[in-house]
């Protein structure tokens, strides 16, 4: 795995620039969003069956507009959402005051997090690891907060781009998970860095990203050991 070439301020500074630009249409596309009580239905099924049916303290980091976030609330959970473009969250806010769920959100760094050690039961992210300059760090500071026993729940996929897109052009040497992993890779890195446990399986649903999936969608689970 490469390093960053550059000072991770400058390539946070411009993975912030980038989603802040992006969060006025980001949950226009049919992947990203809800977009159909079947898509919103689907993904509840596929939350409630990975973080369990007892009630959670959750940290979704990077949250983004708040899709995981307000799916995990109405199912019951205790959520936090921390994201590091304030735009995301005021669409995140917007959407939160539209529905008769409780979500706490708050602008933080998914690497150095603004919480206690073992405060939390669940963590998931979606779509996170391939933005991050450490995502190894991220990981490490991940099973930091999370209490031991509890698990981190991450979405995620490969994507393989041919090309680096919009600013990304301009940073994606400086990611070591650019245009995401495998899932078997990604369930190496996890346990290298100490989760136990690691299982994944596939998201190839339609339903869930409201067309057919053009990359390989997982959802992948860890447990900090006790």
Known sequence: MTQ???????VKELVRQHW???AGTFDEESHHGIHSDEQH???LSVLREWAGDDAHRVLDVGCGTGVV???LAELGHEVVGVDFAPEMLTRAR???RRTACSVALQQGDAETLAFPD???ELLTARHLVWTLPNPTAALQEW???VEPGGRILLIEGYWDHDEPWDEYEDMYDDLPMYDGRPPDELADVLADEGFSDVTYEPLVDAT???REPHHDYYIMSGVVPR
């Open 4 to 10: 960053p070439t550059r000072g991770d301020a400058t």
């Open 143 to 145: 099973q930091r907060v």
């Open 94 to 96: 917007e959407k939160a």
């Open 20 to 22: 802040n630009g992006r």
């Open 69 to 71: 976030s307000l799916l």
């Open 118 to 120: 073992a405060t939390v």
């Open 41 to 43: 239905d689907r993904w």
């Open 208 to 210: 869930l990203w409201g």
